[in-house]
């Protein structure tokens, strides 16, 4: 790493100073629409509506509308009213009157339960994968054995099928699994089950066994000879050699999958609709799908919504986004 | 038993010839053969039999059948009478239109604008903390996004929108409105992936030798010039590579166009057709139009050839494209 022109600080110029002015945008951008699903989710319906352009949260209830944008602004009496609400009544059962007074249309987000599907899904699923792709690339970084490079580029080939290819047959699957199978329900087998959703992510995805072989082909023999002579076996190698000297790729892969499966759409939304199975993504496409075009939108409810399930996401990147960032350029480049 | 008998061996061929057997056993012990290799592997082998190898050759197998919800097992081989079908399939080619005009200015746009952002890092900061800002839209999953977008051009509270009117202009309907939907769909597609391709272009950026650069500037070139005649052709196979990957996944938009396309209370893939992209029209057919599966399927089989073509392209680019530069 010999970046001796590291940020080529060659002093101020107005070239420099447009690029950083185009930065700025850029950033300003970006984070706009993040920052923007918090305002609304602080406002109340009324609110937005009369000043849809306000940069703050608009806090008006119905007969204040007139009044416009500032009385947001003023007082607490008027701020405490909506700020909290949405995001109370999004998440647990609020009583029908205060639902309504925030200006809901009494629909029922019921957001605690997707947020605890969501949890168990990308737990299990990053625990699974993680763990079972370390395995498959220890075998092929390590071992040796006939056919290995051919079952390697099958492995890699599958990232060539577009999930919706697979996502009918795996659909059959699932829904005609045997009764035998555990969580099963007679009829459709794990539609609408947990397991139903996380079954396709639990063992294997082609990415997580390239990534980890990377990374596993990198770590030096030497040590691992020196565990052999001390009589370790395979298991012992990879669990007291391998795992913690590819602890750091590990943990990033971990996150990656995390949020990988924390952001999956298509396949949950095809087998996992029901209330009680449906991960955070399903749950939010199902809240605007039921909510009226026509007739008082509940956008404060949807913002809530929105910001509620971005939180766990934004938490995560906020502490381990360097791993993030740094494991960008891994898959493609080099 | 074989341990043993492996063992004995062993010191038979110890006291002939001392090291190289026992270099092989440790070598043995070391590389471990098929038998520690597949109980490594047999998760992931089952893994890769049950959702990806095993379905392929299914998905193929459905889309020759008539496989649907009224006609449930077994379904009726029919040939290839989807194929046929698919071929005089209106609302197919429509939604290949849509698809294809979506990818274009998608990628047109991402690509464009993330080239810009790509050399502005590279030429202003390395900052860890601007390189994490501009990634959180790809971190944030599609479907919140989407939701974000929803609102912000939303005909009567979209922020966009005031804006707009404050200029003078009159509102719009962006996500309802069937000569602007595909183009939001894009612009909503852009906003969660400029920043990631942009780390994409910045890592391979990172390849091409500084002292170019400073050569560069000794001579009195602009930025410009030496984004002319160094960054762009050094770049090149990195560029190719990240707008085929980009033009795959745009190819298989699917999560923006089920919670967005049609504006809040209107259809997906609305109005009327005009933001069906493939992904929802295979959707459709498989689980909203009577489980047409054997019909989704064939589309979803030309789909998946038409993305190993270009797939296989791409090698084709690149391996020309390094030779060039070697």
Known sequence: MSNSTVGSPEGFTVGRGVAWLVMGLFLAATLFPIYWTLRSAMSTNAGLISAPGNILPVDVLEGEAAEGAQVGLTGRATTTRATGINIERVITDVSLEENEAAGGSGQNFDLLTALRNSMVVATVVTIGQVLFCAFAAYAFARLKFRGQNLVFALYLSALMVPPIFSLIPNFLFIRDLPSWVPFTDDQFGWINTLPGIIAPFFLMTPFAVFFLRQFFLGISKEVEEAAVLDGAGHLRRFFQVIMPMASAPLFTLAILTYVTSWNEFLWPFVVGKNEEVRVLTVALNEFKAQTPGTTAPDWTGLMAASFVSSVPILVLFAIFGRRVVDSIGFSGIK | ?326
């Open chain 2, 1 to 326: 038993m074989t341990a043993g008998q492996l063992g004995a061996n062993d010191l038979v061929a110890d006291a002939a010839v001392p090291k190289p057997p026992k270099r092989n056993r440790e070598e043995r012990a070391l590389d471990g053969g098929w038998k520690v290799a597949f109980w490594f592997l047999l998760p992931s082998l089952l893994g890769f039999l049950i959702f990806y190898l095993i379905p392929t050759i299914r998905a193929i197998r459905i889309s020759f059948t008539e496989d649907s919800l009224t006609s449930r097992n077994p379904a009726e081989w029919i040939g290839a009478e989807n194929y046929r079908e698919l071929w005089s399939d209106d609302r197919f080619w429509d939604s290949v239109w849509v698809t294809l005009k979506f990818v274009a200015m998608n990628i047109g746009s991402q690509t464009i604008l993330a080239l810009i952002l790509a050399v502005m890092m590279d030429r202003l900061t390395r900052s860890l903390i601007v390189r994490g800002i501009l990634l959180v839209p790809w971190v944030l999953p599609n479907v919140l996004v989407a939701m974000l977008w929803l609102f912000l051009l939303d005909p009567r509270v979209g922020f966009v929108n005031s804006v707009i009117e404050s200029l003078g202009f009159s509102a719009s309907s962006f996500l309802n409105d069937s000569t602007l939907v595909v183009p939001a769909m894009a612009f909503i597609n852009t906003w969660k992936f400029t920043g990631y391709t942009a780390l994409l272009l910045f890592a391979g950026m990172q390849t091409i030798p500084r002292n170019l650069y400073e050569a560069g500037a000794l001579d009195g070139s602009s930025e410009m010039t030496m984004f002319r005649t160094i960054t762009l052709p050094l770049l090149k196979p990195v560029l190719a590579l990240v707008m085929v990957v980009s033009l795959i996944g745009s190819f298989q938009m699917f999560d923006v166009a089920q919670t967005a396309s049609g504006g809040l209370g209107g259809e997906t893939g609305g109005p009327s057709g005009a933001s069906r992209v493939i992904y929802i029209y295979i959707y459709e057919n498989a689980f909203l139009f009577r489980n047409k599966f054997g019909y989704a399927a064939a589309m979803a089989t030309v789909l998946m050839g038409f993305l190993m073509f270009v797939t296989l392209a791409q090698l084709r680019l690149l391996r020309a494209n390094e030779s060039d530069l070697a």
